[in-house]
């Protein structure tokens, strides 16, 4: 087939259910189509810049990088045209026919076809190009990569209907050229004054002119108004100098949003930002956003991610992932050097010493801001609802920032339901003579708050921190004091209570192992296979047993993520403690049958098991043992 050929295809699938989708769900704020747009053609531009660093003969006879829009009112129609990189008829079917990222189609899933619903959902994925459809009947897309001949220019059109067409075409200036044919409600954007307004509000961050037709009249006939094209004049809308090279006071609260929403490639305003220039030894500025919601992809490791970096306002990279954690991945924004080469590549990136220290400083940065936000604590739980569980990668991630981030993680605790804990409202609740942080790890909320680890604290009024979060016993494992005072998981070894401990507590302990030593040790026979240990607790005030992992033993939290990713699981038996006042060990100690005994100290230890959110080995032999027990008691 010659390439010069008309030819049709087909969307991929995901492509034609966002358009059908976005239509709807982007209705009432259509505008946008314009950012998007604009933000394509901007990016078009930096990469053109950083081509013509290595090939300068990219710039043609046209070094000046530029945006030009205009409009006719008679037909409707609307043109974008940039002098950036372009596309090659291959880019252009995998640009403007496909959606690269992974994990889409389960993304548009979730979309419902609620309105309001579903554009908070596709703001966080970004429609981006497709968007043009919501105004538009039909797009033309005409362009030409840098580089390629005049004959190697390629023209899109679609009507947004599942197909488009591709054709090869004479273009003599390099870059791309946008027409939109509105649709019959869309007339305004065919209007000078309405689009400088929207330019203007979409525009004012981008680091090039953007340029919008000066109103002059326009003959009817097309032959004429092509030649007109070029008698044209041109305004320039914006300021066009990149955001982050203005001095903070001058720049509004909505630029610094708009420009996140052109960097992240978002539709919905940021949480909060911080914008720094750093001069001295290293010279750079930083521009950081922390997003309102979390991305769908958030903890799909293989997302590129990270900032913009560019250097001396010249782009350089998307995603440089060398300048903050993984745990901050959750960051966008632009750092702009002044010092590094501009040929500086992902590989030399990745070891080199003036990096590391701008990549600690700007984790500083963001600590700092994220502290900052932790003062309006609506906001901060807003934050920290998306992206809690990605901040408690950072104490095993960041030794070095492991206290800073401490203070920024949010609980639940037996005074509290939410995740709004801190540990310092923890340390600053604790009773007279505590020393100690406890938590306890479980499946979920219902079930550690009625864990039997919880009565001693609850008869003490000790506050326990409880965590049910997948990755908490991790993060535990890496933190082990805050403030001085060491988290201690009351689940886990022996239960030091210090001075929290009466005397009283401590002889009547003593005594029970004493005097129920035989009863011990008649309990540690029988369920020798499952138990490593059988002994009095000082924990428990209403239930009879409880189960406590040995002081270096993984719990189940960790042993289900190691069996989960097909990982030996190192065989641990757990401490069986019992409560020596409980009637049903009473009961288990007059028992004189061996096999009811045994009955009767698996039982205990079943349900021991279950209220630690364990599943059992053999839970039919559990449920016989209790059947046996109920109709004796039913007196069958
Ligand atoms: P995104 O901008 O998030 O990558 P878009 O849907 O906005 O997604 O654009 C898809 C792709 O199409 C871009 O990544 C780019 O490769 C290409 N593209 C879009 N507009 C232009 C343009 N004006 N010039 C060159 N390439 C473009
Ligand atoms: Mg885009």
Same mark, same amino acid.
């Given at each position: 087939?010659?390439?010069?050929?008309?030819?049709?295809?087909?969307?991929?699938?995901?492509?034609?259910?966002?358009?059908?989708?976005?239509?709807?769900?982007?209705?009432?704020?259509?505008?946008?189509?314009?950012?998007?747009?604009?933000?394509?053609?901007?990016?078009?531009?930096?990469?053109?810049?950083?081509?013509?660093? !290595?090939k300068?003969?990219?710039?043609?006879?046209?070094?000046?990088?530029?945006?030009?829009?205009?409009?006719?009112?008679?037909?409707?129609?609307?043109?974008?045209?940039?002098?950036?990189?372009?596309?090659?008829?291959?880019?252009?079917?995998a640009?403007?026919?496909?959606?690269?990222?992974?994990?889409? %189609?389960?993304?548009? /899933?979730?979309?419902?076809?609620?309105?309001?619903?579903?554009?908070?959902?596709i703001?966080?994925?970004?429609?981006?190009?497709?968007?043009?459809?919501?105004?538009?009947?039909? @797009?033309?897309?005409?362009?030409?990569?840098?580089?390629?001949?005049?004959?190697?220019?390629?023209?899109?059109?679609?009507?947004?209907?599942?197909?488009?067409?591709?054709?090869?075409?004479?273009?003599?200036?390099?870059?791309?050229?946008?027409?939109?044919?509105?649709?019959?409600?869309?007339?305004?954007?065919?209007?000078?004054?309405?689009?400088?307004?929207i330019?203007?509000?979409?525009?004012?961050?981008?680091?090039?002119?953007?340029?919008?037709?000066?109103?002059?009249?326009?003959?009817?006939?097309e032959?004429?108004?092509?030649?007109?094209?070029t008698?044209?004049?041109? #305004?320039t809308?914006?300021?066009?100098?990149?955001?982050?090279?203005?001095?903070?006071?001058?720049?509004?609260? &909505?630029?610094?949003?708009?420009?996140?929403?052109?960097?992240?490639?978002?539709? #919905?305003?940021?949480?909060?930002?911080?914008?720094?220039?750093?001069?001295?030894?290293?010279?750079?500025?930083s521009?950081?956003?922390?997003?309102?919601?979390?991305?769908?992809?958030?903890?799909?490791?293989?997302?590129?991610?990270?900032?913009?970096?560019?250097?001396?306002?010249?782009?350089?990279?998307?995603?440089?992932?060398?300048?903050?954690?993984?745990?901050?991945?959750?960051? =966008?924004?632009?750092?702009?050097?002044?010092?590094?080469?501009?040929?500086?590549?992902?590989?030399?990136?990745?070891?080199?010493?003036?990096?590391?220290?701008?990549?600690?400083?700007?984790?500083?940065?963001?600590?700092?801001?994220?502290?900052?936000?932790?003062?309006?604590?609506?906001?901060?739980?807003?934050?920290?609802?998306?992206?809690?569980?990605v901040?408690?990668?950072?104490?095993?991630?960041?030794?070095?920032?492991?206290?800073?981030?401490?203070?920024?993680?949010r609980?639940?605790?037996?005074?509290?339901?939410?995740?709004?804990?801190?540990?310092?409202?923890?340390?600053?609740?604790?009773?007279?003579? /505590?020393d100690?942080?406890?938590?306890?790890?479980?499946?979920?909320?219902?079930?550690?708050?009625?864990?039997?680890?919880?009565?001693?604290?609850?008869?003490?009024?000790?506050?326990?921190?409880?965590?049910?979060?997948?990755?908490?016993?991790w993060?535990?494992?890496?933190?082990n004091?805050?403030?001085?005072?060491?988290?201690?998981?009351?689940?886990?070894?022996?239960?030091?209570?210090?001075?929290?401990?009466?005397?009283?507590?401590?002889?009547?302990?003593?005594?029970?192992? &004493?005097? *129920?030593?035989?009863?011990?040790?008649?309990?540690?026979?029988?369920?020798?296979?499952?138990?490593s240990?059988?002994?009095?607790?000082?924990?428990?005030?209403?239930?009879?047993?409880?189960?406590?992992?040995?002081?270096?033993?993984?719990?189940?939290?960790?042993? *289900?993520?190691?069996?989960?990713?097909?990982?030996?699981?190192?065989?641990?038996k757990?401490?069986?403690?019992?409560?020596?006042?409980?009637?049903? @060990?009473?009961?288990?100690?007059?028992?004189?049958?061996?096999?009811?005994?045994?009955?009767?100290?698996?039982?205990?230890?079943?349900? !021991?098991?279950?209220?630690?959110?364990?599943?059992?080995?053999?839970?039919? /032999?559990?449920?016989?043992?209790?059947?046996?027990?109920?109709?004796?008691? %039913?007196? =069958?």
């Amino acid at each position: 087939m010659s390439q010069a050929e008309k030819q049709a295809l087909g969307f991929q699938t995901e492509v034609k259910q966002l358009l059908h989708l976005m239509v709807h769900a982007l209705y009432s704020n259509r505008e946008i189509f314009l950012r998007e747009l604009i933000s394509n053609a901007s990016d078009a531009c930096d990469k053109l810049r950083f081509e013509a660093i !290595a090939k300068p003969a990219l710039l043609e006879e046209d070094p000046d990088l530029k945006v030009k829009i205009s409009y006719d009112e008679q037909a409707n129609s609307l043109t974008l045209e940039d002098n950036g990189i372009g596309m090659s008829r291959d880019d252009v079917i995998a640009n403007l026919g496909t959606i690269a990222r992974s994990g889409t %189609a389960e993304f548009l /899933q979730q979309l419902t076809g609620d309105q309001k619903k579903d554009s908070g959902l596709i703001g966080q994925f970004g429609v981006g190009f497709y968007s043009a459809f919501i105004v538009a009947d039909e @797009v033309t897309v005409e362009t030409r990569k840098a580089g390629l001949t005049a004959e190697e220019g390629v023209r899109w059109t679609s009507k947004g209907d599942g197909e488009f067409t591709v054709e090869t075409i004479n273009k003599p200036g390099r870059g791309t050229k946008i027409t939109l044919t509105l649709k019959d409600d869309a007339k305004e954007y065919a209007n000078g004054y309405r689009l400088r307004n929207i330019i203007q509000k979409y525009s004012d961050h981008i680091g090039l002119p953007i340029q919008l037709q000066k109103d002059v009249e326009v003959e009817g006939d097309e032959a004429e108004a092509a030649d007109q094209a070029t008698a044209v004049e041109w #305004e320039t809308i914006n300021k066009a100098n990149a955001l982050w090279t203005r001095s903070k006071n001058e720049i509004k609260d &909505e630029e610094y949003q708009e420009f996140y929403k052109h960097v992240a490639h978002d539709f #919905e305003d940021p949480l909060a930002w911080s914008h720094n220039k750093v001069e001295g030894k290293q010279e750079y500025t930083s521009l950081l956003y922390i997003p309102k919601r979390a991305p769908f992809d958030l903890y799909q490791r293989e997302v590129p991610r990270g900032l913009k970096l560019y250097v001396q306002r010249v782009f350089i990279l998307d995603n440089a992932e060398q300048f903050l954690p993984l745990y901050l991945r959750f960051i =966008k924004g632009v750092v702009d050097s002044s010092d590094l080469p501009l040929n500086i590549s992902r590989e030399i990136l990745q070891q080199n010493p003036q990096i590391d220290s701008m990549k600690s400083a700007l984790t500083k940065r963001v600590l700092s801001l994220l502290d900052k936000m932790t003062d309006d604590q609506d906001k901060y739980y807003e934050f920290w609802k998306e992206f809690g569980q990605v901040l408690k990668e950072g104490p095993g991630e960041d030794f070095a920032n492991r206290e800073r981030i401490a203070g920024l993680l949010r609980f639940s605790s037996t005074e509290q339901s939410e995740q709004r804990v801190s540990l310092a409202d923890y340390v600053s609740r604790m009773k007279e003579g /505590q020393d100690k942080i406890y938590y306890l790890i479980g499946e979920s909320l219902a079930q550690v708050k009625s864990s039997p680890h919880l009565e001693v604290f609850r008869k003490k009024g000790i506050e326990v921190l409880l965590l049910t979060d997948r990755i908490d016993e991790w993060l535990m494992s890496h933190l082990n004091e805050f403030d001085g005072k060491a988290l201690v998981d009351v689940a886990r070894g022996d239960l030091d209570l210090g001075s929290l401990d009466t005397e009283e507590d401590k002889k009547a302990q003593e005594e029970a192992t &004493e005097t *129920k030593k035989d009863l011990l040790e008649r309990i540690k026979k029988s369920l020798e296979e499952r138990v490593s240990e059988v002994r009095v607790s000082t924990r428990l005030t209403d239930s009879p047993a409880v189960l406590v992992i040995g002081a270096g033993d993984l719990g189940l939290q960790m042993r *289900k993520i190691l069996e989960a990713s097909g990982q030996q699981v190192p065989d641990s038996k757990p401490i069986l403690e019992i409560n020596p006042n409980h009637p049903l @060990v009473e009961r288990l100690e007059a028992e004189a049958q061996e096999a009811n005994f045994t009955d009767l100290a698996s039982l205990l230890c079943d349900q !021991a098991a279950l209220a630690a959110g364990e599943s059992l080995e053999d839970p039919g /032999q559990f449920v016989q043992r209790l059947n046996r027990l109920l109709l004796e008691l %039913a007196g =069958k």
